[in-house]
């Protein structure tokens, strides 16, 4: 009883107590990892991280823990990291401490999210394609900007004409337009008219960090209409000499005005906008973001389950994952769904790496389908074994029962009549 008492006191106790991590980088940002432990009674305290694709940390090997005491207390270990894909990478992160002598373990999943670089693009339109020197209009130019980054950005918006005398811009540029993350935002400009003739608007937007986009659209100044004065016919007196009397004015009829049937101005069509894009003479195509990324990830995951699955693991979690992807990504929500491909791929990943397919090795039926006619061959040759094992055992203890009792009396069951289905064994 004392003896186990003092197992019990000098049991091996190993616990977690905190992992920290950041909840979110910047693509390509270095971050720190670090696991603090308690420990009772332990040695050889190691620390271990297991990471997913798109994620880098170093040491990769197994790292020394020390203790506050020799072999209690607590301790830490750390790795530097790297996010090297954007993503969400919620527990997907697993870091572990083992202690190989007392054989003592403990494990604890954590994660953050790799953040996208800013990147814009941008596109214009106008409010009329066609306005009269001189006039002055406004909310004439509108230019969207719109971020498919995650990290904000800030930009700076300058229109300009192909001709500087056709006309000028107000205000002639904005500066520090912050967009944030998946954002969009779009600015207006009041256009003066000043030169005739058709000219071209370029829209340039700067980031300091998301580089420069440009979009264009026209416009065409006309010139003001006059109006034409009417001419008033000229009236003439003739006086003649030595008439007493008065000429008489002769009657000028003045000609009835020409009907002039004026000509149906014919609207201009607006441009159709572009689902997701603003309208403009020349929008800017915009790019769809993940969808490279998910559907390699969603091709690999689903190449690793059929690999899996023919060796005999169960693969169900992986194949619901991955349908969750394609469901996705049939929505256009190519970051979740590359993501969830992720996720089944390191499903499949940590089962292989256990390597304990979920097929019985004693199964009648393979992980393929197939009859396993090794076993069968094997209940067979045991069934016959055991039938021939009480025939002998029948005999003998027939034997037995003679050579106890007169020879002439019959053996217990000995003799019976048997009914449908039963027979003698000896």
């Known amino acids: 009883m004392f003896l186990l008492a003092i197992g019990l006191a000098n049991a091996s106790e190993l616990s977690i107590t905190s992992v920290d991590v950041p909840s979110s980088v910047n693509q390509g940002a270095s971050f720190t990892i670090t696991m603090y432990v308690q420990a009772q009674d332990v040695s050889d305290?190691?620390?271990?991280?297991?990471?997913?694709?798109?994620?880098?940390?170093?040491?990769?090997?197994?790292?020394?823990?020390?203790?506050?005491?020799?072999?209690?207390?607590?301790?830490?270990?750390s790795w530097s990291c790297t996010g090297d894909v954007s993503g969400t990478y919620t527990n997907q992160v697993t870091v572990s401490a083992s202690s190989t002598p007392s054989s003592v373990s403990a494990s604890e999943q954590t994660g953050l999210s790799v953040l996208a670089p800013a990147s814009i693009i941008s596109s214009?339109?106008?409010?009329?394609?066609?306005?009269?020197?001189?006039s002055n209009t406004s909310a004439f130019l509108t230019v969207s900007v719109n971020n498919v980054g995650d990290v904000a950005t800030e930009v700076a918006i300058t229109p300009s004409l192909s001709t500087s005398a056709a006309g000028y811009f107000t205000p002639t540029s904005y500066s520090a337009v912050s967009v944030s993350g998946g954002?969009?935002?779009?600015?207006?400009?009041?256009?003066?008219?000043?030169?005739?003739?058709?000219?071209?608007?370029?829209?340039?937007?700067?980031?300091?960090?998301?580089?420069?986009?440009?979009?264009?659209?026209?416009?065409?100044?006309s010139a003001t209409p006059?109006?034409?004065?009417?001419?008033?016919?000229?009236?003439?007196?003739?006086?003649?000499?030595g008439n007493t009397g008065s000429t008489p004015i002769p009657y000028v009829p003045t000609p009835a005005p020409r009907k002039i049937t004026p000509t149906p101005a014919i609207p201009t069509p607006t441009p159709k906008a572009t689902k997701g894009v603003i309208a403009g003479d020349t929008p800017t195509p915009t790019p769809v973001a993940?969808?490279?990324?998910?559907?390699?990830?969603?091709?690999?995951?689903?190449?690793?389950?059929?690999?899996?699955?023919?060796?005999?693991?169960?693969?169900?979690?992986?194949?619901?994952?991955?349908?969750?992807?394609?469901?996705?990504?049939?929505?256009?929500?190519?970051?979740?769904a590359l993501a969830t491909a992720r996720q089944a791929r390191d499903r499949i990943?940590?089962?292989?790496?256990?390597?304990?397919?979920t097929t019985s090795p004693i199964s009648v039926v393979g992980a393929k389908g197939q009859l396993n006619w090794t076993l069968i061959f094997i209940i067979i040759v045991v069934s016959i074994a055991c039938v021939f094992s009480y025939i002998k055992f029948a005999e003998k203890q027939k034997k037995r029962y003679h050579a106890q009792h007169h020879p002439e009396v019959p053996a217990p069951g000995e003799g019976k009549g048997k009914h449908k289905g039963e027979f003698d064994i000896v």
């Open 124 to 134: 214009s339109s106008v409010s009329t394609s066609s306005v009269a020197v001189g």
């Open 45 to 77: 305290l190691q620390g271990t991280i297991s990471l997913p694709s798109g994620i880098s940390c170093t040491p990769t090997s197994a790292q020394s823990i020390s203790l506050s005491n020799t072999t209690s207390g607590t301790g830490s270990a």
């Open 349 to 357: 990943a940590a089962m292989l790496k256990e390597g304990q397919p």
């Open 183 to 221: 954002g969009v935002v779009s600015k207006t400009f009041t256009f003066n008219a000043n030169t005739v003739g058709s000219y071209t608007i370029t829209s340039t937007v700067t980031s300091t960090d998301a580089g420069t986009s440009t979009s264009t659209t026209s416009v065409t100044i």
């Open 226 to 241: 006059t109006a034409t004065p009417t001419a008033t016919p000229a009236t003439t007196t003739n006086n003649q000499q």
């Open 290 to 336: 993940y969808k490279a990324d998910a559907d390699a990830q969603i091709s690999a995951a689903e190449k690793e389950i059929a690999e899996s699955k023919a060796k005999g693991y169960d693969t169900q979690e992986a194949e619901k994952l991955i349908a969750s992807a394609k469901e996705l990504a049939s929505r256009g929500d190519y970051q979740k």
